[in-house]
């Protein structure tokens, strides 16, 4: 092992004592977990799913028309295949992919339509969308679109 030299205020100093004691392990012990811990935390944390707005704004411009004027989901979905793309589900909601490769794009209420709102415009959940749950919330109680209770995947 190597050594680290560092300054904490004494008030820092005197809680470790506390905690390392309750513990019954070294000051030094206590901060090394402390700094696995964090570590550990920092490798495993997901980063945010959101995708570059650089990205975006040229696919929204794109694509809105075939958004706003979709009759259903079909129709959605073959407006969106004809430009190279398609809708599928992510997690509570959906998201953009390119078609037919697949590769993720973004998620759709970043092109400005969220699933709960799609899902009212339609009468109708996605195809297949395995939150079933979310037809029943924003189908049948006529919830928001700022429902904080929907939850796209990140």
């Known amino acids: 092992m190597e050594q680290l030299e560092t300054k904490m205020p004494a008030e820092m100093i005197r809680a470790l004592q506390q905690i390392a004691r309750a ?16 570590i550990s935390r920092l490798h495993k944390a997901r980063p945010p799913n959101r995708a570059d707005e650089r990205l975006v704004a040229p696919l929204r411009a794109r ?7 979709a009759a259903c989901w079909d129709d959605l979905q073959t407006r969106l ?5 398609e809708l599928r589900e992510a997690g ?9 490769s697949g590769a ?17 415009r339609f009468h109708a959940p996605f195809p297949g969308h395995a939150h079933t749950w979310l037809a029943e919330r924003f189908l049948h ?9 929907l939850i796209e995947d990140p």
Request: proline share 3%; with cysteine.
């Open 23 to 38: 513990q019954d392990i070294s000051i030094g012990q206590l901060l090394r977990n402390l700094a696995a811990k964090e």
């Open 92 to 100: 509570g909601g959906l998201a953009l992919h390119a078609y037919p």
């Open 141 to 149: 109680q006529g919830k928001d679109d700022d429902d904080p209770v």
């Open 81 to 85: 295949r004809c430009k190279g793309y």
């Open 104 to 120: 993720r794009q973004c998620k759709a209420s970043e092109l400005g339509f969220s699933y709960s709102r799609l899902m009212r």
């Open 63 to 69: 694509l809105a028309g075939d958004l706003a004027h």
